[in-house]
């Protein structure tokens, strides 16, 4: 054994050939702080070991390294610019000194070899994998770039263009791509990959392989002549601002660094990449990001404890075969849970099992299914109109109109029909569950269960507990949410639940906004373009359905009618009573059509303006700044008195279910994130300055309590 640490291993295998095997602790190998330590260690005793003809990388584990501990980042990104420095110069140490061993390396990949595990094998002679071999730099994701060499050595291996699609778009590659361009020298079956590093580090000592031309090739400047390099940078730079944009800066950054540093050696390339790495680490974007990636591990390990307490939904039944329960239906059979699909109208249940036909043809069409599999998913869907269908379900998917008489009227008559343990949950979105508990029996097998529309895209689902609602109840189907690959986020019950219930005081401000003379289309340009919203508040209440919208904020300002109580006339009632609902009928704020394509195209319509005049002031154009202030003030506030009442459980929580539920700009990272790197300090004078404007807009004691202790979210 030349070197033993707690989480790498270094012994003799035959011949002179060496063997430096990662073993983590946990399942799966990650190259955090202690690991690089221990490599340190360990390449500085393969420096002094006599005899040595070749050196290989392998992993105990079924992976190879799934990249840095990101749990370390956000404490690493408030270290001192020149402590971050030292980190990272440390580390680029290691792998050079891997990269100048005097003998040849090679790296064998099984599993994911990504961001810190992909610079590692970079730093190797060759690299061989089995076919489940997945390589990639996926810092881009998390508003960062590779920081251990990967903007150094990738495009020295596989060209300029191929590195700089790797690193922007944050992919990991299959091991035939990676074949492909060169990553991986070989792709063998699983039980010869280490004969086959073997045969390979022996041919290589032998002079069979020059390994000496492979490294020089990796510590050269590129090999682009100035034309080649102008046209592939500028062409990479317009590539990335069109699919990037503004918002994310970390893309950009990754190809700059590689045009910076073309013309250079390694150790000067790599100082490039080491400051332009920092300057990222010290952005709110790569806060936010890395920040969403945490928060995502806890609601994954909160639905994994669910999970473990309940048993798996085997069987499932939807009520209600329109676009939303023939979307639930879908999700669930093509995820392997069988489902019945309730309705009382045959040509609902034909709408219902077409909208599931059409989403498998979608898949069809694009290569990702063939027939069998789409007849498969088919016939896991058992449409009918009878309750006796139900045999055998363990968990039923209320999914009728909005309308709680006629929920309550479908709940009692479905409980009469199943088990007594069978789980039945409401997909309702404003609807308070305790409410409709009270048509049940035993409102402790009840609960909500929200989903977003489209069904199949929207990752969130709120699961809402009832005043009654069980433990066992909600791990069921939270459990059942996992199954189908939603992101279950648990809530409190209150009219709107959580979601909706912060999203619509967003509207109430550009219902204000209105009345004093904006302009929707500004608006919405600069909720989209400056805040980053996908879709501005007048085109989102125009895809959602302005009469869908019209009845929520009546249900909103009934059940908080402090807050969201109207006065008079405002800009969604002005279009509900004309009947322009939106996308759905062709006219709402906008005028909808469809492009030759028949892509759906929307423009601004003279006849909204008309017809808001009765609503709006005289048009006035205010600052960007005002317009983002006026708008989210008013769902921030909410947010916080959300957590503040319980009704969400957590920042990491309510950050996550308005991204993934509403489309919250990531790069902010959520409301919380979002107020953490403004400062709840700052925060709370841009909302006093807005005061006037109504209680929307007043922050809650417990925030302003926090911001003058200097407190934080996170």
């Not at 790296?107 to 390589?135: K, N, P, Q």
């Not at 060169?182 to 010869?192: I, N, P, R």
Request: hydrophobic share 45%; net charge negative; with cysteine.
């Amino acid at each position: 054994m030349i070197y033993q640490g707690e989480v790498l291993s270094v012994q003799i295998l035959q011949d002179g050939i060496a063997e430096l095997s990662f073993n983590g602790k946990g399942s799966i190998n990650k190259l955090d702080r202690a690991t690089l330590l221990s490599l340190e260690q360990a390449i500085a005793a393969l420096e002094q070991a006599p005899g040595l003809q070749g050196l290989m990388f392998t992993s105990a584990k079924d992976a190879f390294i799934v990249g840095a501990d990101i749990t370390e980042f956000l404490d690493m990104f408030d270290l001192p610019r020149a402590r971050l420095d030292e980190w990272l110069s440390q580390a680029n140490r290691i792998f050079n000194r891997i990269e100048d061993l005097p003998f040849p390396t090679v790296s064998v990949v099984r599993g994911y070899a990504l961001g810190g595990g992909c610079e590692c094998i970079l730093a190797t002679d060759f690299r061989i994998g089995d076919a489940s071999a997945r390589i990639g730099l996926p810092e881009t994701k998390l508003g960062l770039m590779p920081g251990f060499g990967g903007t150094v050595r990738l495009p020295r291996l596989i060209g300029a263009d191929n590195a700089m699609e790797w690193i922007t778009t944050g992919q990991d590659n299959k091991a035939d791509a990676c074949l492909k361009l060169g990553v991986l020298d070989a792709v063998v079956d699983t039980d010869q990959l280490q004969a086959s590093a073997i045969q390979l580090l022996k041919d290589a000592a032998l002079g069979k392989q020059n390994w000496q031309a492979r490294r020089a090739q990796k510590t050269a400047p590129l090999t682009l002549d100035k034309l080649e390099a102008a046209m592939s940078f500028s062409t990479a730079k317009g590539m990335v601002a069109a699919k990037a944009g503004p918002h994310y800066p970390a893309p950009m950054m990754a190809v700059t660094t590689i045009e910076a540093a073309a013309g250079l050696g390694r150790d000067q390339a790599l100082r490039i990449e080491q400051s332009n790495f920092i300057t990222l680490t010290q952005t709110s974007v790569a806060r936010a990001l890395v920040g969403i990636f945490l928060n995502d591990q806890v609601i994954k390990g909160k639905t994994k404890q669910a999970a473990k307490a309940a048993e798996p939904a085997r069987k499932a039944a939807v009520l209600g075969a329109g676009i939303m329960g023939g979307g639930i239906a879908y999700q669930s059979a093509v995820k392997g849970i069988p489902a019945v699909m309730k309705d009382i109208k045959d040509q609902a249940l034909t709408l219902g099992m077409n909208e599931a036909g059409k989403l498998l043809n979608k898949q069809l069409e694009r290569g990702k299914i063939d027939g069998s599999r789409l007849a498969k998913v088919l016939t896991n869907i058992t449409p009918t109109l009878s309750y006796d269908g139900l045999q055998g379900v363990d968990t039923v998917v209320e999914a009728v109109v909005e309308n709680p008489k006629i929920k309550a009227q479908v709940l009692a008559e479905v409980e009469a029909h199943v088990a007594d343990d069978t789980v039945i949950a409401s997909n309702t979105s404003t609807i308070p569950i305790s409410t409709l508990a009270k048509s049940l029996k035993r409102p402790d097998r009840f609960c909500g269960m929200h989903f977003f529309n489209p069904v199949h895209r929207m990752p969130l689902v709120e699961i809402i507990r009832g005043e009654q609602t069980s433990d066992d109840t909600i791990n069921k189907v939270v459990a059942y949410a996992a199954a189908m690959g939603k992101s279950p986020i648990v809530v409190n019950d209150c009219p709107g639940f959580f979601v909706n219930r912060v999203l619509f005081p967003y509207f109430f401000g550009f219902n204000q906004l209105v009345a004093d003379g904006a302009d929707f289309v500004q608006i919405d340009r600069v909720m989209e373009k400056q805040f980053g919203w996908p879709m501005g508040p007048a085109w989102l209440l125009d895809v959602v359905g302005i009469d869908t919208g019209h009845h929520a904020a009546a249900v909103m300002a009934d059940g908080f009618p402090d807050r969201m109580g109207k006065t008079g006339k405002d800009a969604i009632d002005v279009m509900y009573e004309q009947q322009r609902f939106g996308r759905k009928n062709g006219k709402g704020f906008y005028a909808h059509s469809q492009d030759k394509k028949g892509k759906p195209r929307k423009e601004a319509d003279a006849e909204s303006y008309q017809l808001l005049a009765e609503v709006a002031a005289e048009r006035t154009d205010f600052e960007p700044d005002d317009i983002i202030a006026r708008m989210m003030i008013p769902m921030i506030n909410e947010v916080v008195l959300c957590l503040e009442e319980g009704i969400i459980g957590s920042p990491a929580e309510a950050d996550m279910a308005l991204v993934y539920g509403i489309g919250f700009p990531p790069f902010h990272g959520g409301v919380f994130r979002y107020l953490d790197n403004m400062g709840l300090a700052a925060y709370v004078a841009l909302a006093d300055k807005f005061a006037h404007l109504g209680p929307l807009y007043h922050v809650s004691s417990g925030l302003r309590r926090m911001a003058t202790d200097n407190k934080a979210f996170y």
